[in-house]
């Protein structure tokens, strides 16, 4: 099998913030807030609902700026906890994750 693969795979490395992050997993009592891996389950709730989506064949890319009714949610959410108003369809952008967030934010 060895000789199936590209000699350039080889030669990849580890990024740098998973090196990063198997050091920190070394350190007793340590709070590694590296890779973004939650420390709680995935709430049942939304377990529930990744379920549906999948056999009711939601499993198609979303739109760039992310779902709609996401969007409209995380609007009311910042709208009612602290009284400032965005458009959701033209003002709220749902990511993947915080990388993601920061990396849009700062091009």
């Known amino acids: 099998m060895e000789h199936l693969l590209n000699p350039r795979v080889k030669n990849i490395e580890i990024s740098g913030i998973r090196q990063f992050n198997l050091l920190a997993q070394q350190v007793p009592d340590v709070l590694a807030l590296t890779i973004g891996e939650p420390d709680v389950p995935t709430p049942e709730h939304v377990r529930t609902a990744g379920i549906s989506a999948i056999a009711e064949g939601r499993t198609r890319y979303t739109h760039n700026a992310g779902l709609l009714e996401l969007r409209r949610a ?23 994750g ?5 990396d849009i934010a700062f091009r």
């Open 74 to 96: 995380a609007s009311a959410y910042v709208q009612q906890r602290l009284g400032v108003s965005y458009d959701p369809a033209s003002e709220v952008i749902a990511t993947i």
């Open 98 to 102: 915080a990388t993601q967030a920061l």
